[in-house]
Nanobody, 117 residues
């Protein structure tokens, strides 16, 4: 089994930055990729970014060039560095860990990001 815990959300002004952290514990050797989705009020959850066990990254078009996903294997932690934040980035951000062999995805509890002047 895998457990996922996010942290680092908060409120920031447009153009500001935040860094989210996602700590993964448990059977992490079986995790194929770790990523982030977000859900804004009244909208469906959407993909933001992900990183594989070999550090290959993928981003949604809406965040390319502004967000950077990275991982520190020594800390079992994935980071989402968010720069040049916009009001439309306001959402609850969820980290997830996917295990393809087990057809399993584990989600965290979410962390709120608010971008407002």
């Amino acid at each position: 089994q895998v457990q996922v815990v996010e942290s680092g959300g908060g409120e920031v002004q447009p153009g500001g930055s935040l860094r989210l952290s996602c700590v993964v514990s448990g059977s992490i050797s079986s995790v194929d990729f770790i990523g982030w989705h977000r859900q804004a009020p009244g909208k469906q959850r959407e993909f933001v970014a992900r990183i594989t066990s070999s550090a290959v990254t993928m981003y949604a078009d809406s965040v390319k060039g502004r967000f950077t996903i990275s991982r520190d294997n020594t800390k079992n932690t994935v980071y989402l560095q968010m720069d040049n934040l916009k009001p439309e980035d306001t959402a609850v951000y969820y980290c997830y860990a996917a295990r393809l062999s087990a057809s399993s995805t584990t989600w965290g509890q979410g962390t709120q990001v608010t971008v407002s002047s």
